[in-house]
Every structure is written in structure tokens, then in C-alpha cells.
């Protein structure tokens, strides 16, 4: 097994990740990000709310940022809903409802219950994630290093404006760990 890259000096993964993913939005375009914070995706938030390039809007339920991120983008803007793979779950009805209206926008989405996850809820979540988005018809991709995160939000970005439709990138444990 190939041996992991450390972290910067300083830097965790989940900072590096976060970075990364901020980094990606920005140069897709990203303006607008709804969000509901979880343990690993915190840190990401936590730099939207505090940069001056987007607006970023906290939400109580993943169902209600899906209902952000659509309402933005009728408004012109290019937003993108950051959550927990258990959020997917919760959205899903406001996802399939919306399929019909050809709303574009990104999610971020931790992919909770796989490999070196520490924690039983999460195994659910996990064996869960991957069906859910292919019964919703959502493509997505899930980078193999916070080296590719950047770059898969921005080809998410460009999906997402070309066929109208939401598409996710998952951040895995092997990521974000």
C-alpha cells in the first residue's frame, strides 16, 4: 500500500481538504454555499463563512439547503450545498421533486461508513450513499486525495451547468483522515 503524504507543516488533512474544497468553488464560479456542518466538513465551512466570496447560508436540514441551492441558482447565482452523506438521505425527497426543473448545483458530501470509520452509525450511511445517489440518477465522483478535490468540484461545476442537473463529489475517510 502506497504510504500517505503528510500534511503541510501545521495543516491537518481535514484543513487541507477544507482548503482545497474551497479552493475548488472558487474557481468553478461557486458564489452561494448552503451548508450543515458536520465533524469532518466543519473546517470548510468554517472558511466559507469567513471569506468574503461567497454567501454562505447555514441551514437546519439538508432538505432546506437542496431548497437554497435552488432558489440561488433562479436567482443567478452558482451555489452549492455542502453536508453529511446522511443529509443525502434526508434531502432525497426535495431532490427527486426538483430532478424535473433542471436546477444545477454542486454537493459536497462526506461519505461516512467506509473503511478506517470509527464510529457503527455510520456504516448505514455508507452502504447507503452510493445507491441513493444512482436511484436519483446524481453523478458523482470521489477524489483519492485532497490533491484532487479541487479539480473534481470544478468538472462537477461544469457538468452540473452543461446538463442542469446536480451532481456530488464524496470526501471519503481515505481523503479526509
Not at 455508507?126 to 479541487?150: C, D, F, K, N, T
Not at 442537473?165 to 471519503?172: S, V, Y
Request: charged letters at 15%.
Amino acid at each position: 500500500m502506497a504510504e500517505r503524504a503528510r500534511p503541510a507543516k501545521g495543516l491537518t488533512n481535514r484543513q487541507l481538504v477544507a482548503q482545497a474544497i474551497v479552493q475548488g468553488m472558487k474557481e468553478a464560479g461557486i458564489n452561494l454555499v448552503a451548508g450543515l456542518p458536520d465533524s469532518w466538513l466543519s473546517p470548510c465551512l468554517e472558511m466559507v463563512r469567513d471569506d468574503g466570496d461567497f454567501i454562505y447560508v447555514p441551514v437546519v436540514n439538508e432538505s432546506q439547503g437542496i431548497a437554497v441551492c435552488a432558489g440561488a441558482w433562479l436567482g443567478g447565482k452558482k451555489p452549492a450545498m455542502v453536508m453529511e452523506g446522511s443529509g443525502l438521505l434526508v434531502s432525497a425527497e426535495v431532490l427527486m421533486r426538483l430532478s424535473s426543473f433542471q436546477i444545477p448545483f454542486v454537493m459536497i458530501i462526506s461519505r461516512r461508513g467506509t473503511i478506517g470509520e470509527a464510529f457503527s452509525f455510520a456504516y448505514p450511511i455508507g452502504w447507503s450513499l452510493e445507491p441513493m445517489l444512482q436511484a436519483l440518477r446524481i453523478p458523482y465522483a470521489m477524489p483519492h486525495s485532497h490533491q484532487e478535490v479541487s479539480r473534481l468540484i470544478q468538472w462537477a461545476q461544469a457538468s452540473v451547468q452543461g446538463f442542469k442537473q446536480p451532481a456530488a463529489i464524496l470526501i471519503t475517510c481515505e481523503v479526509i483522515q
